[in-house]
């Protein structure tokens, strides 16, 4: 069963930079036909797409985070990563690792992890 | 806002039905599949239906999805207390080459 855990900083300062990793176990990372996302929720809102990475390295960033924002993969730790710069209030919510198949049917998550951007 | 548009509170009562709708335009649903996912309070969302009317293995054919045109449905029948729950309609979005919600849909189970 594959199973995707969230771990980094809990909180961040304002114009620093959010990272957090996602770990993958029971899987590849590396599997064919699947991308790697990460979605964010803040407090009381709806979910929103952050941006998707597939085992070659290709990334897709939502335009609004786009200057902002970086996805990378280590397929040697079944890894992926996100780093979003210049962060502010705006910024905290509830991110989620993902995966993907091409329909966008996100059939695996992580259980999230809470990250508040607060001086 | 969200670019999927979905009321923002359904209800009915236990054992009956209710429908949840999900509008976008040509660009999104009229292009792409649609699928639909359940968060429970303080929980991840789960998928429901997948390629706009495909359950996924343990999901009971209580939930079922349908699509039309630009528009898309989630129907749940028989329904229950644990099925209370924010309910997102999501696909691809070619025009702005992103994955698009719907602003969720609060079920109530009176």
């Known amino acids: 069963q594959l199973q995707l855990q969230e771990s980094g900083p809990g909180l961040v300062r304002p114009s620093e930079t959010l990272s957090l990793t996602c770990t993958v176990s029971?899987?590849?990372?590396?599997?064919?036909?699947?991308?790697w996302d990460w979605f964010r929720q803040p407090p009381g809102k709806g979910l929103e797409w952050v941006g998707s990475?597939?085992?070659?390295?290709?990334?897709y960033y939502t335009p609004s985070l786009k200057s902002r924002l970086t996805i990378s993969v280590d397929t040697s730790k079944n890894q992926f990563s996100l780093k979003l710069s210049s962060v502010t209030a705006a910024d905290t919510a509830v991110y989620y690792c993902?995966?993907?198949?091409?329909?966008?049917?996100?059939?695996?998550w992580g259980q999230g992890a809470l990250v508040t951007v607060s001086s | 806002q969200s670019v999927l548009t979905q009321p923002p509170s359904v209800s009915a009562a236990p054992g009956q039905k209710v429908t949840i709708s999900c509008s976008g335009s040509?660009?999104?649903?009229?292009?792409?599949?649609v699928s639909w996912y359940q968060q429970l309070p303080g929980t991840a969302p789960k998928l429901l239906i997948y390629?706009?009317?495909e359950r996924p293995s343990g999901i009971p054919d209580r939930f079922s999805g349908s699509k039309s045109g630009t528009s898309a449905t989630l129907g749940i029948t028989g329904l229950q207390t644990g099925d209370e729950a924010d309910y997102y309609c999501?696909?691809?979005?070619?025009?702005?080459?992103?994955?698009?919600f719907g602003g969720g849909t609060k079920l109530t189970v009176l």
């Open positions: 993902a995966r993907h198949a091409p329909s966008v049917a996100i059939d695996y």
């Open positions: 040509s660009s999104n649903i009229g292009a792409n599949y």
């Open positions: 029971g899987g590849s990372i590396s599997s064919t036909n699947y991308y």
């Open positions: 390629d706009n009317n």
């Open positions: 999501v696909t691809w979005d070619s025009s702005l080459g992103a994955v698009v």
């Open positions: 990475i597939y085992y070659s390295g290709s990334t």
